[in-house]
């Protein structure tokens, strides 16, 4: 894997920041885009723009094969059995949103159970609030250990026959963690429940076979793997998709409408009301062949030793605290200076060109447990380096200095 070839096809990273050469380690929040992503965007608009699925002539044609031929590289790059369980969205927050709305308040009842973990971001934990309250359930928790991790024994003791679904994060974007999801999916079909996986940040940076996990719905987001911003999917079984209703109404979905009554286009379509997010979805068909022309093992691989590194040199700072698991953790690490809010501590980055996260990550509830009101975020991805980490290890003892600690 040539990270210096992969740096070469990322317009922005070439530049300075505040003096000096920008280092991004927020990737977990969005990724940046590839010379290959952004041409096949701007291509789409020169050459293809149309509304797709209603026109015969020439554009038309050609932005509907681009359109459905992104559905076909995502039903393949995350194994799924057909492209009708492919549903395009605007991103994780919208496809969670429809399986809480569409299927979750159908099958949904007093004294029923949801459950989920106190890691949950607020899009995989709000929706089921909601379902909830609509609907007379109850919230359940999967205990975190304390390094914020889960064990299935847990998972078994609180599923139960009146668990109608679970829904879990695989990969965390606070701790690191990457959850049993595979293993808890099996625990929830003992019990008659359904399977439901945040993928936002595991689709990603690592393999992904909906299959293998057998969960019942995953959903996950483009921008955090390459793709541009506003565009997402959401996978489900079809026999599920088949019985839910839509969520949004009108163009595009339907099949026949008269004054009083309407019925729907079949799968994905029913889903897909209103002109689709085409060229986000063209941006994404072209993300995924960039990163399966690099190997998504390959990724996991680069991304889990920059991660080790990076754990072991900022392990070595006085006062710095990192929360999540020590091992086999995904490619993040959330920290804190001692007595140094975090924003401040990203500011202070930032004028050394290091761009990092900081505040809740959208996981208050977890912030609680771990006793803090926000952490600092860095997070890595394909085209970051080991000199990347030195430059943060080397800005936070700057930061140490800026704030009064001597250096440890």
């Known amino acids: 894997m040539n990270i210096e070839a992969i740096r070469e096809q990322f317009p922005i990273l070439h530049q300075d920041i505040n003096g000096h050469r920008l280092v991004y380690l927020d990737s977990a929040a969005s990724s940046q885009k590839p010379r290959s992503v952004i041409d096949a965007v701007t291509r789409y608009y020169e050459l293809d723009n149309a509304n797709v699925h209603r026109g015969v002539h020439t554009l038309g044609s050609r932005a509907t094969d681009a359109y459905e031929g992104a559905r076909e590289k995502v039903r393949a790059f995350i194994n799924a059995a057909s492209a009708q369980e492919i549903i395009f969205t605007r991103g994780t927050t919208t496809a969670l949103n429809i399986v809480a709305s569409s299927y979750a308040r159908e099958v949904c009842g007093e004294g029923d159970e949801i459950v989920l973990t106190p890691m949950e971001h607020h899009s995989n934990l709000i929706p089921w609030q909601q379902v909830a309250k609509a609907t007379g359930a109850t919230l359940k928790y999967i205990p975190l250990q304390p390094d914020g991790s889960i064990r299935i024994e847990d998972a078994e003791a609180t599923i139960t026959d009146r668990t109608k679904i679970v829904s879990v994060v695989y990969v965390s974007n606070v701790l690191g963690v990457v959850n049993p999801v595979k293993e808890i999916a099996a625990i929830a079909h003992k019990h008659g429940a359904k399977m439901v996986v945040d993928g936002a940040q595991s689709t990603p940076h690592k393999r992904v076979d909906v299959r293998d996990l057998d969960c019942d719905f995953y959903a996950f987001s483009g921008h955090k793997m390459c793709a541009p911003t506003g565009i997402g999917a959401l996978y489900g079984k079809k026999e599920l998709l088949e019985r839910m209703e839509p969520v949004e109404f009108g163009g595009e979905m339907i099949d026949h409408v008269d004054l009083y009554e309407s019925t729907w286009k079949e799968l994905p379509y029913k889903f897909e009301g209103g002109t689709p997010i085409i060229a986000g979805a063209v941006g994404l068909g072209a993300a995924i062949d960039f990163l399966q022309e690099i190997g998504m093992d390959e990724i996991e691989r680069h991304e889990h ?41 990203a500011t202070v ?39 990347d980490v030195e430059r943060l290890v080397d800005a936070l003892g700057h930061a140490k200095e800026f704030f009064g600690y001597a250096i440890g």
Not at 319 to 342: E, K
Not at 366 to 386: D, H
């Open 305 to 345: 030793a920059l991660t080790a590194y990076a754990y072991k040199r900022m392990s070595e700072i006085d006062g710095l605290t990192i929360y999540g698991p020590a091992h086999d953790r995904a490619g993040l690490i959330t920290f804190n200076l001692d007595d140094v809010h975090p924003h401040d501590v």
């Open 349 to 387: 980055l930032d004028t050394r060109g290091i761009a990092i996260r900081a505040g809740h990550h959208c996981a208050q509830p977890l912030m609680r447990w771990l006793n803090v009101s926000a952490t600092a975020r860095a997070s890595f991805y394909i085209y970051n380096t080991e000199e």
